[in-house]
């Protein structure tokens, strides 16, 4: 027998396995368009910094890295791949009584894990790394060296640096282990995370940290909805899924926790779970914020079934049925099999829909209007230098951080948005993406790095009241600005209420004066109903429609 061989069928063919896993994702990865998100992250790594309005920083650097040996969608995803396989090593290497055949059947059950691990997006290094937290947090428990005292604030801030959710799983393990804060060493690995983590923070400082503003105030919903929990619940299902979810979670809330390792991945379990439930009062969560419980959630079930000796039929049974579900997906990702069935079209004819935007652009830059996808696809299948130009009554994204507008100024570009959008329409293009209009503007000048900051965190007035508000005008291009002399930019608000949007208000204070003076005021009329509204304060540029110029700034209406 060969070592080749030898190795291939190493504990019960493990190592075949994970290399099976490893050739499959890669494929996948080569041969499937990107998707929305992950051509939005591949911007990222072309602007390498410490944060990000989204998230922190990993997934960008992970992209920068394997694009920098594929130009193309397998470099995207090539870093990707490969932690989503270590991932599964790791969590076979933590499992105390090991039955690798009831393994691969745990994780044939968990079509996401198969489907969703060649994606690259901030979800699998969270997974990668919490893998690594959890084998370094074991290891801790057993010897409280100082090697494995460095390892866990490492480990900490690397899963700090994939996605904020990771900070859960600490505080969950903290919780089923009090003592650890009688542990010296245990302060030493949460001050070298400080350290490490502390970069970021510091970005988030600079720039008034828009992350916190983003997913905790500007996220929430007005009003709860049942909807909101039950999709969530529905949603896990799927997510450890997509036929036995139902059946992982019960095994591993059964499972009986024999040592203080265990209890931290039930508590992490159970805890992270039961956080998302509540968090859906509050508005709607996304099925993927759990992702992170995959280790565990593996780890728990095996060890219930294997300690309560309970059956595996199910797992047997229902293999083959999921397997061709993954397949299926898996071809459809390759292949539009479908035509004209909207699954994740966002997956298909990218090519052939950028190409069409840039033959109509000829070698113009191309401004996309409040759409953070759209202008991340065309630079990447196109090589072309695109924009997201975001109005005031949209969600900001990272666009309103880079400085690619000061690249457009004076320059003539194609400005691209959906057809009823108050601007000059030069003609109209029908793509497989979809219908937009667009103008041919022959100087193009905007403005949304100009930040105006009211005095006031919460504005309250009588209704139909003037108020005057004192603005702090910052200029973050950090350069001197070049302005439009044919149509001065002006300042203006614009009001919103769940469900409802009030005409924007421009004013007469010229941008350009405002920013000399660094401070201004500005009149604001509250609206004739009572109630909570929001305000945002915006830049009016020639014929283009309001930018997203403040932070959302909560109006209370008597």
Not at 447 to 469: D, F, M, T
Request: charged share 15%; net charge positive; glycine share 6%.
């Amino acid at each position: 027998m060969s070592a080749l061989t030898r190795f291939f069928k190493k504990d019960r063919y493990k190592n075949l396995f994970l290399f099976t896993w490893l050739v499959l994702g890669l494929i996948q990865a080569g041969f499937s368009e990107l998707w929305d998100d992950e051509a939005y992250y591949w911007v990222y790594s072309r602007h390498l910094d410490w944060g990000y309005f989204d998230h922190p920083p990993m997934i960008a650097l992970l992209i920068k890295t394997g694009y920098g040996i594929f130009h193309n969608e397998l470099g995207v995803r090539l870093l990707i791949v490969i932690i989503n396989t270590l991932t599964l090593w790791i969590t076979a290497r933590l499992i105390a009584s090991k039955d690798n055949k009831l393994f691969y059947l745990i994780i044939g059950a968990m079509g996401a894990m198969q489907i969703g691990g060649i994606l690259a997006v901030p979800d699998v290094p969270l997974i990668f790394f919490a893998a690594v937290y959890f084998w370094v947090y074991r290891n801790f428990l057993q010897e409280q060296n100082w090697k494995n005292t460095l390892l866990l604030g490492v480990a900490m801030a690397l899963m700090f640096y994939s996605k904020y959710h990771g900070v859960l799983l600490v505080f969950f393990t903290l919780l089923s282990n009090i003592n650890l804060l009688k542990v010296f060493k245990f302060y030493i690995a949460c001050i070298i995370t400080t350290l490490l983590f502390f970069p970021h923070i510091y970005w988030q400082y600079t720039h008034g940290f828009p992350s916190l503003q983003y997913h905790l105030i500007e996220r929430n919903a007005s009003a709860y909805q049942i909807s909101f929990s039950l999709d969530y619940l529905a949603g896990q299902l799927l997510l450890f899924g997509p036929l036995l979810g139902w059946l992982i979670l019960y095994y591993a809330f059964r499972s009986p926790v024999q040592n203080s390792f265990e209890r931290a991945l039930k508590y992490c379990v159970v805890g992270v779970l039961a956080f998302f439930l509540l968090s859906t009062f509050k508005g709607r969560v996304e099925a993927n914020w759990t992702v992170m419980l995959f280790t565990p959630v593996v780890i728990l079930a095996h060890q219930a079934i294997v300690r309560k000796g309970w059956s595996q039929r199910w797992w047997l049974y229902t293999l083959p049925l999921t397997l061709l579900l993954v397949l299926a997906a898996r071809v459809y990702m390759i292949w539009d099999f479908m035509p004209g069935v909207k699954i994740r079209p966002e997956i298909h004819h990218n090519r052939e829909w950028t190409s069409q935007i840039a033959a109509r652009a000829q070698g113009r830059p191309v401004v996309f209007i409040n759409s953070y996808q759209e202008p991340s696809k065309y630079m990447f299948y196109t090589g072309q230098l695109s924009y997201s130009l975001n109005t005031w009554y949209s969600r900001r994204s990272q666009y309103n951080f880079w400085d690619t507008e000061t690249r457009l100024w004076g320059r003539p570009v194609m400005v691209v948005f959906d057809p009823g959008l108050d601007m000059p329409v030069t003609d109209s293009l029908k793509t497989v993406r979809g219908t937009w209009d667009y103008y041919l503007m022959p100087q193009y000048y905007s403005y949304s790095l100009i930040q105006l900051k009211p005095a006031l965190r919460v504005i309250r007035a009588k209704r139909g009241a003037h108020v005057n508000v004192m603005l702090q005008v910052d200029n973050n291009y950090h350069q001197p600005i070049s302005w439009d002399r044919n149509t001065a930019s002006v300042l203006g608000y614009g009001i919103l209420a769940e469900g409802e949007l009030f005409p924007p208000v421009k004013t007469a204070i010229t941008l350009e004066a405002a920013v000399q003076r660094q401070l201004t005021n500005l009149e604001v009329v509250m609206p004739d109903k009572p109630g909570k509204y929001h305000l945002k304060f915006s830049v009016f540029a020639g014929v283009l429609p309001p930018t997203h110029n403040s932070r959302l700034i909560p109006l209370i209406v008597e």
